[in-house]
């Protein structure tokens, strides 16, 4: 028989939730929170985000003593390019067309809420488990950050946002800055007057050849993403802006690379003869964990009384647990077996799905004063 956990979520990534459109996979959520009898609500924050949806926020009132804990996915994933048709083929669980499945992040929105399905249902006693579901993390953790995470009484929590196998315990983040750079040249007739133009697209072309993308260092990565510019082929194009992204696991080493970006930038619009204006701003801060801290400590139990062998890693990405680390809280990123997320060949085995809902079970169990 097929765990419940896999029916919700193959109805959950059927579902397209790009960016903002999240209302669909919303309203699905309350209604299975609605059917576990759980209280919950979501926020006012969607017309603030551009959003169609609030946040989703439900609490487990505590039945016994020791340390509350908050558990929290985004319910957004990268655009769809076609119809999401879950289909599960010798245990994985794959997207029949050519497009994401959306295991990134609905694998853990389905685990989540079935473990508190399990909880209520089987009356496990548990020292208070708060569920957390954001909006518009895939273009910059917009949700969490819109979130008032005062409502929180848990100190400690987790996502499940790694593409790794499970056992993978996430220890750091990276800091990431964004960079939106528009060179002002001059407008020219290109057949009949080149000479009196200033090429904006020419000056952006040598900044980008000049700076150092991709892997920088073991710590820092850095990334075109998008250019547009100009306005006809017979016209040398006064405008041009491109938009980059910086990140680093060293504060430091971010501040540097940023700047020698700003300094590469600056040099081709000299030698272009063309104006430009750059605006930086944070994306988000990174983290860094102890295997020492509570909240890698429990874990690590948790996922060793599940059976699997724990590992440590850094990641390249950021997730919600990034704005909660900023605010204060432990929040700690776990792997949740999830692979190939973004692609047309994503895919998540059944048996990480529920494995998942084991570990999540186990990290409250482990919660209780003993």
Known sequence: MAPEVLDLFNELAALPSPPGAERAVADRVARYLRDCGLAFDEDAT??????????????????????????????????????????????????????????????????????????????RPHAGVELLFTSKEEVGLVGAYAFDHLRLKARLGYVYDQAAPI??????????????????????????????????????????????????DEDSTSNVGTITGGTATNIVPEWCTFVAEARSQDERKLADLVQEMQDAITFAAGVADCSVET?????????????????????????????FDVSYDLSGGAADANVF??????????????????????????????????????????????
């Open 46 to 123: 969607g017309p603030k985000t551009g959003s169609e949806i609030g946040n989703i926020y439900a609490r487990l009132e505590p039945t016994a003593d020791g340390v509350p804990l908050f558990l929290c996915a985004h319910l957004d994933t990268v655009p769809p390019t076609a119809a999401i048709e879950p289909v599960v083929e010798d245990g994985i669980v794959k997207n029949a067309a050519g497009t994401i499945l959306g295991a990134d992040n609905k694998a853990a929105v389905a685990v989540m809420l079935e473990a508190a399905r399990r909880i209520a249902a089987e009356n």
């Open 167 to 216: 056992g993978n315990v996430i220890l750091g983040a990276p800091y990431s800055q964004s960079l939106e750079v528009t060179f002002h040249g001059r407008a020219a007739h290109s057949g009949m007057h080149p000479e009196e133009g200033r090429s904006a697209i020419a000056a952006a072309a040598r900044a980008i050849a000049e700076l150092r993308l991709g892997r920088v």
């Open 279 to 307: 605006k930086t701003r944070k994306s988000y801060r990174g983290y860094r964990f102890a295997r020492t801290d509570e909240a890698v400590v429990r874990a690590a139990a948790a996922l060793e009384a599940c059976g």
């Open 325 to 370: 680390n900023e605010r204060g809280l432990e929040c700690v990123n776990l792997a949740n077996g999830m692979t190939d997320i973004h692609t047309p060949n994503e895919h998540i085995a059944v048996a990480d799905l529920q494995a998942m809902v084991d570990v999540t079970l186990a990290l409250v169990a482990g919660a209780l004063t003993h």
